[in-house]
């Protein structure tokens, strides 16, 4: 690994303006997981001068309850996202997804906002420098995407446009089905933007010199629901093949709001708007079911090898709903 600086910030101004001063030639690490591993295979043509440490940012790691809803930290780790009974009580998905990132030595370090921020894990764009040569693409700002013609079975099935990668956080289906919005710091102002404006087909909407300072959840309505599932190869660790994550609305059986979020099928988390019409108004049965799950498959265009993707996220979005409207 090449030689960079390490310099903590003591507050979230001070970093703001660190990235300010470093003009792009710096990068924020919270828990490290993802980043160093980046830096470590030197994926990317640039390299770092400074990495502008944000643990050392005292009061971004909390959990507060107002009337609201819950707010959360984003230097929060994801084990304790997992375990506080804020989030297992009330927010039951978001413990789920946290608790199916890696491994327990990782959920002890990589942060809330780290997760949603990390990058992408498409096989080329990974490909590390010191096996032969970092391969360019598109995302990395030069060259065609290698996923289209080369193996591309862990791709997106869906809204794929100029990169395939899917979005590989798996807290960030969670927080989209829970409506969450996020705070992001920048030299200028605060901006609060809904989570379904956050991620991009290349990533999300960061400035260089912005951060992701804090997660809002909204308090779920009555009688919701929640289900997140998740389908990996590996059981222990591994990045979803497939995920869903959904908050159903019931009252007197019968379904007055959905939100399902389909996870890896996409550069970014999906909303399955159709199949969330198709169960509104309706007590499930095994018909409605059935139909939720075609129509939020409505719209996919598997690429050469990953056309079992889409029978995989009918499957999860089927048992989501039997176990919701049991
Ligand atoms: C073996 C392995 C298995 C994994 N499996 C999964 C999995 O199944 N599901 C899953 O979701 N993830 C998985 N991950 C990814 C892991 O969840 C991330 O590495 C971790 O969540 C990143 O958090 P961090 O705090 O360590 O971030 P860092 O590594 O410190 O940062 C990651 C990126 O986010 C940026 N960043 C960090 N915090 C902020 C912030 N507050 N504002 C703006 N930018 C920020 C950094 O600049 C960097 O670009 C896996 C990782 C490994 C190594
Ligand atoms: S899917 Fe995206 S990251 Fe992967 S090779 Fe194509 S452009 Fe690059």
């Not at 792009?24 to 690490?29: E, F, K």
């Not at 791709?155 to 705070?183: Q, W, Y």
């Not at 939100?259 to 909303?271: H, K, Q, S």
Request: hydrophobic content about 45%.
């Amino acid at each position: 690994m090449k030689a960079f600086k390490h310099v903590h910030a003591a507050s979230v101004d001070e970093a703001v303006s660190l990235m300010r001063a470093y003009a792009g030639n710096a990068r924020l690490i919270a828990g490290g997981t993802d980043l160093l591993g980046v830096l470590k295979d030197e994926i990317l043509p640039g390299y770092p001068e400074a990495l502008i440490n944000i643990k050392t940012i005292s009061g971004l790691d909390y959990f507060a309850e107002d009337a609201n809803g819950l707010k959360i930290g984003a230097l929060t780790k994801l084990v304790e996202v997992v375990h506080h009974p804020l989030v297992t009580e009330r927010y039951p998905i978001l413990s789920k997804a946290a608790e199916a990132v890696a491994t327990p030595e990782i959920r002890n370090m990589a942060t809330l906002g780290g997760n949603l921020c990390q990058d992408t894990r498409c096989w080329y764009y990974r490909y590390p420098h010191q096996m032969g040569g970092r391969i360019m693409c598109h995302r990395k700002g030069k060259g065609p995407c290698r996923a289209v013609k080369g193996d591309n079975r862990y791709h997106a099935i869906m809204e794929g446009k100029v990169c395939f990668a899917v979005c590989p956080s798996d807290t960030a289906i969670a927080l989209t089905a829970l409506n969450a919005r996020l705070e992001i710091a920048g030299p200028q102002n605060v901006r609060n933007v809904s989570i379904n404006d956050f991620f991009t087909p290349l990533g999300n909407i960061l400035e260089a010199d912005e951060l992701l300072t804090h997660i809002q959840i909204p308090n779920p309505p009555a009688g919701t629901r929640q289900v997140f599932s998740k389908f990996t190869l590996r059981k222990p660790v591994d990045f979803a093949v497939a995920s869903t994550a959904s908050v159903i609305t019931m009252q007197d059986g019968v379904c007055k709001a959905a939100r399902i979020v389909l996870g890896a099928v996409a550069p970014t988390p999906v909303r399955a708007t159709d199949a969330e019409a198709s169960i509104i108004g309706k007590a499930a049965d095994a018909v409605v079911i059935e139909e939720a799950a075609e129509a939020a498959m409505a719209g996919t265009k598997p690429m050469r090898m990953n056309a079992y993707k889409v029978e995989i996220t009918k499957t999860l979005i089927k048992r989501a709903l039997l176990s919701i409207f049991q």
